[in-house]
């Protein structure tokens, strides 16, 4: 079924108050007649929901709504999806990877009676969803038994992940990569055998609200800048939340990340990563690891029951199964702990810190420990804590971080302007010169007699190009450029027939 | 044992070859006088005689500018805004094998257009047969490199190039020798002074000789294959294996595409993957030595998977013969070819990923449509020196065919 974008404004005031109803009281049943509402035009729109700390922009859905029900494909949708569409996908399993190599479409699970539409790799296929494209959306999805990750992200920016439950789906459950402002938010997930949130040379992000368990590493942030971790619950994994440098990247630096008002509680999972994996390190009952990364603020989190410890600051000197990296700065610098609740961590510590204990000769690890190098870094109200290592930090001046309320933002990240001239100007060097030059014969003729065909002509030589005749014995027959689209065929066609000996 | 064998037909297949070409390319015959006025394709000639860079992927951005990402990402910043003149004269340099000691190779000995720009052997094989370790790497889009050689221990081509000129087993010729022989030579010295019009003096200078040769390096740009057409929003240029192959390449299964990551197909970085070295050839310690740092041990830089197809065979020296071998590689268990007496710092991204026999052939499928060669320059008929440019073209040369097979065995 196909709605209008007209139809659905409106419809939008409708379904906000059936949404509405819903949640007060629960009179709806299932039934045979009962379609849900659209819901996701709203959340999807501006100002989402009343809990929100975070932004959420105004981009109202703008194209079609495909629907896809169970014994469909929603692959084949997003084959027929335009930039702005909406797929949604009604409850049913579909055993598929869904890779979405276009711009701004938006995927919904419909969720009936507690029924969701489950993407289930049978531990058969790689990934469940796979995205290239900038201002992807996806949202109420069970994703379960897939050998690669349940969301990965390419390079799209301006992404929303939420309200996703991830269950056993590979190396990591949702890993956005080289993506800029995106928001991960409401998502549950579980038996991930590296980190069940992995956010990896990236900028701009808000991980929020989410439950992340028994997985090895719960959330982890990666030679990424600008990242907010709150309010999530990340309990019994081998290690909580993470701040890393990993060593060997493209992208060398992870700074400007705030870890706030999070739950990290009992992080004492056995280690399940894969052999030589950096997580394959990761001591048992690891609450907080901040590794190499800088200007990092942890705030008003409550860290209990972690058995080796409930922060560990470190250099690289602890990734020990890595090769060194020239390109990347080793040392923690500027941590700044502010308020915390920190209790009943550290009773059974393991690895480094257990060896660092004896040699100390103490009983328990402290909340906090600090091993290696790194300057400017400050702690709050230090005599609550057990803490080592922490010798050099200062007494934070700071107050808090309550000022910043999202790391994403406050307009999503524009694509790179460029006009049609430009267009067509990157066109003709970068594929056309290959066979024609102005004024000298190549492969194909000379420019200046292609314009005396062409002249005020562009449409004709933009539909020429795309599927060419053969005209000339003395030539060879130009191949198609129908690969180009027919806005880039005109733009190199108007751009051709402005070349002048100059500009050649 | 075998690496002999390779030489002898090696040496047997390179008289015939160069008595060929002696025969069809007269010494001294009428060489080009001037230099090319225009820039090769990929390129735009600015106000004040420049070749500045072209190409559909200046649409996009890239995260912290660093030209790793997905399929509409943009590339590194890429060398360019040398003049057409001077980009002409490298090319002249680059095919005329009187830039060695004993004027038998040029750059394109090893780094041959008809092959990749590398030389479809296993190692390279220098002045009198000298054999290397390592294989040559193709120069396809070097442009948008910042280090150079397997072990990274260059960081421009400028620099790059000293290495085998200089090196008594690659072209084994000396600056002195390089300065006196094209200094002697007057068809040189016009076109230098024509491609540098600022040269204070009538006499080639080194950094001319290497600033011309980068020049031309730079415009071997490879960017219009099959899977850009994709890349840029043609879904019809991938059929549905090619596809596959591409969501397998960048799942994190396989997880190819974390390190071979587009738009270059190469993260730039330094890898412990453990390869086999080629059989007969030593462990190589690959970016140990140059970073004077053991957990560096047996790294090799990651090579853009861009025209992969055209340079077998594959790894740091050679020893895996087709694509599917090397793909397979990956796919044989951690560190299953690391011998007994080493231990190495093998990269994390490499696992046991379990792919089955018909994801690498769609891994193959894939790499296939990373081929372009559409830019390909004109290989002089004539240089400078008068030698004869004796570069094979494997289509019509049956004798290294059976070369190749013979390594293999």
Known sequence: ?504 | MMLKTTLFIFLAGALIFSGVYFLTNLPGSVSQTRLASNCPPGFQLSKDNTCVSRNLYQQYSSLQNSGVGGLKSALPIPRDGFTPQQIDLGRLLFFDPVLSKDSTISCASCHNPYQGFADGMPVTIGVGGALQTRSAPTLWNVAYLNSFFWDGRSNSLEDQMQGPLFSPIEMATTRQQLLAVLNANETYKALFTEAFPAKPNDSIQLNHIYTSITAFESTLISLNSKYDQYAHGYAEALNDKEIEGLNIFRSFVARCAECHTPPLFTNQQIAVIGVPELEGLPFDPGAETPNKDSTMRGGFKVPSLRNIAKTAPYMHSGSKETLRDAAEFYNLGRGHAVPKEETLYLHWHIWEPKLTDDELDRLVDFMNTLTDESFMPIVPKEVPSGLPVNIINPTIDKVKAKRMASIHN
């Open chain 1, 1 to 504: 079924m196909m709605f209008s974008n007209k139809w659905f404004r409106l419809f939008f005031p409708i379904a906000l108050f059936a949404g509405g109803l819903m949640i007060g009281k629960s009179f709806f049943t299932k039934t045979a007649s009962y379609v849900p509402s659209p819901v996701a035009v709203r959340q999807f729109s501006t100002n989402a929901g009343s809990d929100s700390t975070g932004v959420v922009y105004a981009d109202p859905l703008s194209g079609d709504v495909i629907e896809v029900k169970d014994g469909e494909s929603i692959l084949e949708a997003v084959k027929k999806a335009n930039p702005g569409d909406l797929i949604r996908v009604y409850p049913g399993k579909y055993k598929e990877t869904v890779y979405i190599d276009k711009d701004n479409i938006s995927f919904q699970g419909v969720i009936i009676g507690g029924e969701w539409p489950t993407l289930d790799g049978e531990k058969e296929l790689n990934d469940a969803f796979l995205y290239s494209g900038n201002g992807i959306r996806i949202e109420n999805f069970k994703i379960i038994n897939y050998k690669g990750n349940g969301i990965m992200g390419q390079a799209g920016n301006n992404f929303v992940l939420r309200n996703n439950w991830i269950v056993d789906a590979g190396v990591y459950g949702i890993f956005p990569e080289f993506g800029k402002n995106g928001l991960i938010e409401h998502n549950v997930l579980s038996g991930i055998e590296d980190a069940a949130i992995y956010v990896g040379m990236c900028d701009n992000i808000d991980v929020r609200h989410n439950e992340v368990y028994e997985n090895v590493a719960g959330i982890e942030i990666e030679n990424s800048r600008h990242c907010l971790v709150e309010n999530n619950y990340v309990h019994n994994n081998t290690g909580g939340i993470l701040a890393f440098i990993t060593p060997g990247l493209p992208i060398k630096t992870a700074y400007d990340i705030i870890i706030r008002n999070n739950f990290v509680v009992n992080n004492n999972h056995p280690n399940f990563g894969a052999p030589g994996s950096i997580v394959s390190g990761i001591p048992p009952g690891s609450g907080i690891i901040v590794m190499a990364a800088d200007d990092v603020t942890i705030e008003n989190n409550i860290i209990t029951g972690n058995d080796n410890a409930a922060i560990a600051i470190t250099d690289l000197s602890m990734g020990a199964n890595l090769s060194n990296d020239p390109d990347s700065e080793p040392n923690p610098d500027r941590v700044v702990i502010l308020d915390n609740y920190m209790e009943n961590n550290g009773n059974n510590s393991v690895g480094e810190v257990k060896l660092l204990m004896k040699a100390s000769l103490l009983d328990s690890a402290p909340d906090i420990i600090a091993i290696g190098g790194g300057t400017g870094s400050c702690i709050r109200d230090r005599e609550r804590y057990n803490t080592f290592g922490l010798g050099d930090w200062g007494q934070c001046t700071t107050g808090d971080t309550k000022e910043i309320v999202t790391m994403m933002l406050d307009k999503p990240v524009a694509p790179r302007a460029i006009t049609m001239e430009e267009k067509g100007n990157l066109t003709y060097y970068g594929i056309c010169a290959g066979c024609h030059a102005y004024d000298v014969r190549m492969i194909g003729p000379p420019i200046n007699v292609i314009q005396a065909i062409y002249a005020n002509n562009p449409q004709g030589m933009a539909d020429f190009i795309a599927a060419p005749t053969h005209r000339r014995e003395d030539y060879p027959e130009m191949p198609p450029q129908n690969y180009l689209s027919p806005e880039t065929r005109l733009a190199v066609a108007e751009y051709v027939l402005s070349l002048t000996q100059k500009k050649k």
